[in-house]
Protein backbone atom coordinates (compact mmCIF):
# COMPACT_ATOMS: atom_id res chain seq x y z
CA UNK A 1 0.00 0.00 0.00
CA UNK A 2 1.22 3.26 -0.96
CA UNK A 3 0.89 6.78 -2.50
CA UNK A 4 3.15 8.17 -4.64
CA UNK A 5 6.01 10.90 -3.00
CA UNK A 6 3.57 12.32 -0.75
CA UNK A 7 0.62 11.37 0.92
CA UNK A 8 -2.51 12.01 -0.56
CA UNK A 9 -6.33 10.86 0.58
CA UNK A 10 -7.44 11.45 -2.52
CA UNK A 11 -5.43 8.39 -4.15
CA UNK A 12 -7.51 5.43 -2.75
CA UNK A 13 -4.41 3.05 -1.84
CA UNK A 14 -2.95 5.75 0.37
CA UNK A 15 -2.80 4.58 3.90
CA UNK A 16 -4.45 8.20 5.04
CA UNK A 17 -7.45 6.70 3.56
CA UNK A 18 -7.55 4.25 6.65
CA UNK A 19 -6.82 7.06 9.15
CA UNK A 20 -9.36 9.37 7.89
CA UNK A 21 -11.83 6.03 7.60
CA UNK A 22 -10.73 5.91 11.56
CA UNK A 23 -11.87 9.43 12.34
CA UNK A 24 -15.48 9.67 10.43
CA UNK A 25 -16.57 7.14 12.34
CA UNK A 26 -19.39 8.69 14.95
CA UNK A 27 -17.94 6.29 17.64
CA UNK A 28 -14.06 7.17 17.61
CA UNK A 29 -15.53 10.53 17.74
CA UNK A 30 -17.83 9.85 20.55
CA UNK A 31 -15.11 8.12 22.35
CA UNK A 32 -12.47 10.59 21.72
CA UNK A 33 -14.87 13.37 23.17
CA UNK A 34 -15.47 11.75 26.09
CA UNK A 35 -11.43 11.17 26.95
CA UNK A 36 -10.47 14.72 26.15
CA UNK A 37 -10.89 15.52 30.01
CA UNK A 38 -9.43 12.95 32.18
CA UNK A 39 -9.01 9.45 31.26
CA UNK A 40 -11.66 6.89 31.82
CA UNK A 41 -13.08 3.13 32.68
CA UNK A 42 -14.83 1.08 29.98
CA UNK A 43 -18.34 1.19 32.13
CA UNK A 44 -18.55 4.47 32.45
CA UNK A 45 -17.55 5.42 28.71
CA UNK A 46 -20.29 2.82 27.97
CA UNK A 47 -23.02 4.54 30.44
CA UNK A 48 -21.88 7.83 29.01
CA UNK A 49 -22.35 7.00 25.01
CA UNK A 50 -25.73 6.51 24.80
CA UNK A 51 -26.52 3.59 22.21
CA UNK A 52 -22.58 2.33 21.83
CA UNK A 53 -22.45 -1.92 22.69
CA UNK A 54 -20.29 -3.18 24.74
CA UNK A 55 -18.42 -5.08 21.72
CA UNK A 56 -18.52 -1.74 19.35
CA UNK A 57 -16.96 0.23 22.20
CA UNK A 58 -14.32 -2.62 22.82
CA UNK A 59 -13.64 -3.01 18.78
CA UNK A 60 -13.70 1.16 18.96
CA UNK A 61 -11.16 1.56 21.69
CA UNK A 62 -9.14 -1.50 20.10
CA UNK A 63 -8.77 0.58 17.02
CA UNK A 64 -7.90 3.72 18.73
CA UNK A 65 -5.13 2.22 20.73
CA UNK A 66 -3.58 0.83 17.52
CA UNK A 67 -3.36 3.94 15.89
CA UNK A 68 -1.89 5.66 18.76
CA UNK A 69 -4.45 8.14 19.44
CA UNK A 70 -5.72 6.21 23.00
CA UNK A 71 -3.52 4.27 25.80
CA UNK A 72 -4.81 1.50 27.86
CA UNK A 73 -3.82 1.08 31.28
CA UNK A 74 -4.40 -1.46 34.12
CA UNK A 75 -4.04 -1.08 37.51
CA UNK A 76 -3.12 -4.19 39.51
CA UNK A 77 -6.87 -3.71 41.79
CA UNK A 78 -9.82 -5.72 42.90
CA UNK A 79 -11.53 -6.08 40.74
CA UNK A 80 -8.83 -4.42 38.11
CA UNK A 81 -8.84 -1.44 36.81
CA UNK A 82 -8.65 -0.59 33.37
CA UNK A 83 -8.79 2.98 32.18
CA UNK A 84 -8.05 4.31 28.59
CA UNK A 85 -6.73 7.82 27.61
CA UNK A 86 -6.14 10.18 25.16
CA UNK A 87 -2.43 10.19 24.18
CA UNK A 88 -0.84 13.38 22.73
CA UNK A 89 -0.96 12.08 19.09
CA UNK A 90 -5.39 12.04 20.01
CA UNK A 91 -4.89 15.18 21.68
CA UNK A 92 -4.02 16.83 18.22
CA UNK A 93 -7.34 15.70 17.21
CA UNK A 94 -9.55 16.91 20.49
CA UNK A 95 -10.31 20.63 18.76
CA UNK A 96 -10.96 19.34 15.73
CA UNK A 97 -13.41 16.42 17.37
CA UNK A 98 -15.13 19.11 19.95
CA UNK A 99 -15.93 21.60 16.40
CA UNK A 100 -17.61 18.79 14.90
CA UNK A 101 -19.24 17.72 17.71
CA UNK A 102 -20.63 21.42 18.40
CA UNK A 103 -21.01 22.05 14.21
CA UNK A 104 -24.03 18.67 14.70
CA UNK A 105 -25.35 20.14 17.48
CA UNK A 106 -25.22 23.97 16.24
CA UNK A 107 -26.79 23.13 13.27
CA UNK A 108 -28.95 19.81 13.64
CA UNK A 109 -32.47 21.96 13.02
CA UNK A 110 -31.33 23.50 9.64
CA UNK A 111 -30.59 19.76 8.70
CA UNK A 112 -33.56 18.79 9.65
CA UNK A 113 -35.59 21.23 7.90
CA UNK A 114 -33.35 20.39 4.35
CA UNK A 115 -33.85 17.16 4.92
CA UNK A 116 -37.50 17.41 5.53
CA UNK A 117 -37.53 19.82 1.85
CA UNK A 118 -35.85 17.33 0.69
CA UNK A 119 -38.62 14.30 1.40
CA UNK A 120 -40.99 16.52 0.63
CA UNK A 121 -39.87 17.07 -3.01
CA UNK A 122 -38.42 13.53 -4.10
Not at 87 to 105: D, F, K, Q
Request: net charge neutral; glycine share 4%; proline share 4%.
Amino acid sequence: MGCPMEYDVYIQTCPTRLVLDRLADKWAVLVLGKLDEQPVRFNQLKREIDGISQKVLSQTLKKLERDGLVSRSVFATVPVTVEHAITPLGRTLTSTVAALTRWAEENIEAVLQAQQKYDRST
